[in-house]
């Protein structure tokens, strides 16, 4: 008895797994959050638009890519790679048949990779696509006799709209320009050419400026659907529920060191309403103060070493008399000795950079105060107490609730008590639709110069 019982469970589990992977695998269909931006929906709209393509093919997964193969009208098999990263589909690209030695690949991957994302946007219904990739400074598009953006609009008029038989593309080398010819089944060849002293990663960046760019002021339509999307889980409790539903089993820190590979890509999904820069490593995130009194800004120095990336508060500070200089804050330590501000000086921009990454998986790398004993008051119409042995506690579990929202912050009021150092900080939530979190928050200093108590008061949905 025991025995069918047994082949029986065993051959239900073999369904029920092989149900989960045609459902997760050849059921695949992209939705608005799983792109890094508004831009990169758009274009995936636009490229099923334009090939006519239903998006229920088969999909297969890696750690950087999704593939999907698709048929045209004629049957014939397309292969679309969608690179992605934290769960964001970063780019999109069609595979172009090319003969390469193997000891070129890795030289002509990036001018391949960037090959694929130009013929994948010429299938698609929209020309703004193909003409926001190409820099007509660095990279030569030539059809018909004509370069630049009049090769462009005629490849673009005599384009079918629909996917090409392209045969192998062909490289040839004349002296410093790398030159890939396309030959296609209804269409005259056209050539892309690269000087092959060109950097690439400068092309790319400006072409993820203009996505970004587009994605806020071109496609702002779509950006509600593609916050809805990560607001679902919480939409039904308000924060105070939430916080008393989740309290006792708050979401654990995420090791994201060695799942990075883009640095750039990875802040500006976590934070795609800042400004983001970089100098030597020195990443800036910047966005307007909030009413010119709170700021949003964040420092950070990514460490990248040859299997992982650390990323930590960056330490560029200054002391002016009695005041930290933070880039553009100013916090008054007239109150403190010179040996108190030596002493608490270092930690002051972590604390204020890892408050404003709540809210972001930046925050999984800023994280500090593992083992600082904190209270959390919740002030609704009622007042609720909830004690903590972690901070850190606190602020993943709000991390998780604040996904949606741009997160201020600042500290003040830096001052002596009974001989030990207190201060306070304010911190506002903010959600697109104007209203906000608001958190008042007060951190007391050990003689040994180390934060041994923290107490939030929190004043859900305030505007």
Not at 307 to 336: A, C, R, Y
Not at 365 to 387: A, G, M, N
Not at 418 to 432: K, Y
Request: net charge negative; hydrophobic share 40%; aromatic share 12%.
């Amino acid at each position: 008895m025991s025995i069918k019982f047994g082949d029986k469970f065993r051959a239900y589990a073999i369904i029920a797994l092989f149900i989960f992977i045609c459902t997760n695998v050849n059921g695949f269909e992209p939705a608005a959050n799983d792109f890094i931006n508004t831009y990169q929906h758009e274009l995936y709209k636009s490229w099923l638009q334009g090939t006519g393509i239903k998006p229920d093919f088969p999909a297969s997964f890696t750690n950087e890519k999704i593939t999907k193969t698709f048929l045209d009208s004629q049957q014939q098999e397309i292969n679309v790679e969608y690179d992605w990263q934290n769960g964001k589909i970063t780019s999109q690209r069609e595979r172009i048949p090319i003969i390469l030695y193997l000891e070129e690949d890795l030289i002509m991957r990036p001018y391949l990779n960037f090959l694929e994302r130009c013929y994948y946007r010429l299938h698609c219904a929209d020309k703004i696509f193909l003409l926001d990739m190409i820099d007509h400074e660095r990279v030569i598009f030539t059809y018909k006799g004509k370069t630049g953006n009049l090769a462009l609009e005629q490849l673009w008029l005599e384009n079918p709209l629909s996917t090409m038989n392209l045969a192998p593309v062909e490289l040839t080398v004349e002296a410093d320009t790398l030159i890939f010819s396309f030959k296609l089944e209804d269409l005259e060849e056209f050539t892309i050419s690269f000087l092959k002293v060109s950097n690439f990663s400068e092309i790319l960046r400006a072409i993820r400026e203009i996505e970004y760019k587009k994605s806020k002021e071109i496609f702002p339509v779509s950006k509600k659907l593609y916050q809805e999307e990560t607001e679902m889980a919480f939409r039904r409790q308000g924060l105070a529920e939430y916080i008393r539903n989740n309290f006792d089993t708050p979401p654990k820190r995420e090791l994201l060191n060695n799942k990075i590979s883009d640095i750039e890509a990875f802040l500006s999904v976590e934070f795609p309403e800042h400004r983001i820069s970089n100098h030597d490593d020195v990443w800036q995130l910047t966005i307007a103060d909030l009413d010119n009194k709170l700021s949003g800004n964040i420092s950070v120095t990514a460490k990248i070493c040859s299997d992982m990336i650390d990323i930590v508060p960056s330490n560029e500070f200054m002391l002016k008399g009695k005041n930290l200089l933070l880039n553009t804050e100013q916090i008054d330590l007239t109150n403190l000795s010179e040996s108190e501000i030596s002493n608490c000086v270092s930690y002051l921009p972590q604390l204020i950079y890892e408050h404003r990454a709540i809210g972001s998986k930046l925050l999984n790398f800023l994280l500090i105060h593992d083992d600082v004993p904190s209270t959390l008051v919740v002030r609704t119409d009622k007042r609720e107490l909830y004690e903590a042995i972690s901070y850190s506690d606190i602020l993943l579990l709000l991390n998780q609730y604040w996904r949606d929202r741009t997160i201020y912050f600042g500290i003040e009021n830096i001052k002596k008590v009974n001989n030990t150092i207190e201060f306070r900080g304010f911190l506002v939530a903010r959600s697109s639709d104007g209203k906000s979190d608001l958190a008042e928050i007060f951190f007391h200093v050990s003689r040994e110069y180390k934060i041994d108590l923290i107490m939030m008061i929190l004043h859900p949905d305030k505007k």
